[in-house]
C-alpha cells in the first residue's frame, strides 16, 4: 500500500482521504481549518501550506494529491515536481497550464496528472477515447454541473467545493472552438435551454472548461457548458453581491438532496457517441465529491501502482488513451454507484 497525502481537505478532498484510507493506504491530510469525522487512522496536519513547509509537508509520499483551491494549488505545483521522483495527482482547478512545468518534472522524474476530476477529466477521457475510436471528430460537446435536486427562491445553487472557484469559472473568458478555429468567448455567453434527464429544463451557459482539449483532440468544435437552475445566471449578472457575499449564499448544505449531471456528445459526421453520467451522492457524500473524487483516486492508486510510469506533466486525455485505464476507471464509478449510460447512432 501506497503513502499518501492529500493537499486540502474540503468536500472534494475529505473524499478521497477517506476513499484511499478505505483502500488500505496510509493517508496523510494538511488543511488549514480544523478537520472533524475522519478515520482516526489518518494523519491530520492543520496548517496552511505554504512553500517553506512544503516539502517537510509531503515528506515520505509516495504519491501527493493536490486538492487545494486554484489560487494556490498552482502555486505549489514547481515546488512539488522539483521533489525527485514524486507522483502528483492534480485537482486544482486554474487558469494557469500546468505544462509549464513539463520540463521542469522531467528533470526530476516527477510527473503530474492534472484535471482529475469529472469535467475536465472524466469527460476528457471520454473524448480522447472517442477520437481514438472514431477518428477525426466534426463536433464534441459538453455539459456539466453539479446543482441541488430542487430549486428555491434564491440562487438555487450551492458549492460542492470552493465558491471563489466558481466564481474564477464564471468570470474567466471561456476558450472553445469553431469551425476549427481557436477563439475566446465570454464566459456565461450562448445560454441556452437543456433537458436533464430526471429534473426536466435547466440552463446551460460556456465556460472555460475545454482547456487542454484544445491541444489534444482532433475536432471542428469543442464547447464546454456548465448547467445550472434557470434564474441562478441572471441574478448573477445583476451584480448586487461581493465575493464574499457570494461565498457565504453558496455554502454546501450536506443535508440539502444534490445530483450531478455530466453529459457528452461527440460526431464526426457519420456516427455520434453519447454519455450520460449522472449522480445524487451516497453515504453521506455529495454527488459531486464522488463523481470528482473517484477519479481522483482512481489515478491516484494508478500512480501509486506504478502503472503510469511515464515522466513529465500530463492532461486526464492519458486515460483515454489506454482503454484498460479508462475501462477500470469507468468500472469503479459503476461499481460505487454512479450511472453512466452511452449510447451511439449511425
Known amino acids: 500500500m501506497a503513502r499518501i497525502c492529500v493537499?486540502?481537505?474540503?468536500?472534494?478532498?475529505?473524499?478521497?482521504?477517506?476513499?484511499?484510507?478505505d483502500r488500505k493506504h496510509t493517508v496523510r491530510v494538511v488543511d488549514a481549518a480544523s478537520l472533524t469525522n475522519l478515520p482516526a487512522e489518518i494523519e491530520v496536519i492543520e496548517a496552511h501550506v505554504d512553500?517553506?513547509?512544503?516539502?517537510e509537508m509531503v515528506q515520505g509520499s509516495d504519491v501527493v494529491v493536490n486538492c487545494l483551491p486554484g489560487r494556490i494549488g498552482h502555486v505549489v505545483r514547481p515546488a512539488l515536481l522539483s521533489i525527485d521522483g514524486l507522483s502528483v495527482a492534480d485537482l486544482a482547478f486554474t487558469s494557469e497550464d500546468p505544462r509549464e512545468?513539463?520540463?521542469?518534472?522531467?528533470?526530476?522524474?516527477?510527473?503530474?496528472?492534472?484535471?482529475?476530476?469529472i469535467a475536465p477529466g472524466l469527460s476528457n477521457a471520454l473524448l480522447m477515447s472517442a477520437q481514438c475510436e472514431m477518428g477525426s471528430l466534426s463536433s464534441a460537446k459538453i455539459w456539466v454541473g453539479g446543482n441541488p435536486q430542487e430549486p428555491d427562491d434564491e440562487w438555487s445553487y450551492?458549492?460542492?467545493f470552493s465558491p471563489s472557484d466558481v466564481i474564477e469559472e464564471y468570470t474567466r473568458p471561456a476558450r472553445v472552438r469553431r469551425n476549427g478555429q481557436n477563439v475566446i468567448?465570454?464566459?456565461l455567453s450562448e445560454r441556452h435551454p437543456v433537458t436533464v434527464p430526471g429534473y426536466g429544463q435547466m440552463e446551460a451557459f460556456l465556460t472555460d472548461g475545454v482547456r487542454s482539449l484544445l491541444d489534444?483532440?482532433?475536432?471542428e468544435e469543442l464547447l464546454e457548458y456548465t448547467v445550472r437552475w434557470p434564474g441562478h445566471i441572471n441574478r448573477y449578472l445583476s451584480g448586487n453581491d461581493s465575493e464574499e457575499e457570494l461565498i457565504e449564499a453558496w455554502k454546501f448544505d450536506s443535508d440539502r438532496p444534490e445530483f450531478t449531471w455530466l453529459a457528452i456528445?461527440?460526431?464526426?459526421?457519420?456516427?455520434?457517441?453519447?454519455?450520460?453520467?449522472?449522480?445524487?451522492?451516497?453515504?453521506?457524500?455529495?454527488?459531486?465529491?464522488?463523481?470528482?473524487?473517484?477519479?481522483?483516486?482512481?489515478?491516484?492508486?494508478?500512480?501509486?501502482?506504478?502503472?503510469i510510469t511515464e515522466c513529465g506533466v500530463m492532461p486526464p486525455e492519458i486515460l483515454g488513451r489506454d482503454s484498460k485505464l479508462l475501462h477500470r476507471l469507468i468500472g469503479t464509478m459503476k461499481q460505487e454507484g454512479v450511472v453512466i449510460h452511452s449510447s451511439s447512432d449511425m
Not at 101 to 117: C, F, P, T, W
Not at 216 to 219: F, G
Open 7 to 21: 493537499l486540502g481537505g474540503g468536500l472534494v478532498g475529505r473524499f478521497v482521504a477517506c476513499i484511499l484510507h
Open 51 to 55: 512553500l517553506d513547509s512544503l516539502s
Open 101 to 117: 512545468y513539463d520540463a521542469l518534472a522531467k528533470n526530476h522524474g516527477s510527473r503530474l496528472i492534472y484535471d482529475v476530476g
Open 158 to 160: 450551492m458549492a460542492p
Open 185 to 187: 468567448e465570454a464566459a
Open 216 to 219: 489534444t483532440i482532433d475536432s
Open 265 to 307: 456528445e461527440v460526431s464526426n459526421g457519420d456516427v455520434q457517441q453519447r454519455w450520460d453520467i449522472i449522480d445524487e451522492g451516497k453515504d453521506g457524500w455529495s454527488s459531486m465529491a464522488r463523481t470528482t473524487g473517484l477519479v481522483t483516486v482512481e489515478v491516484t492508486e494508478m500512480l501509486a501502482e506504478g502503472i
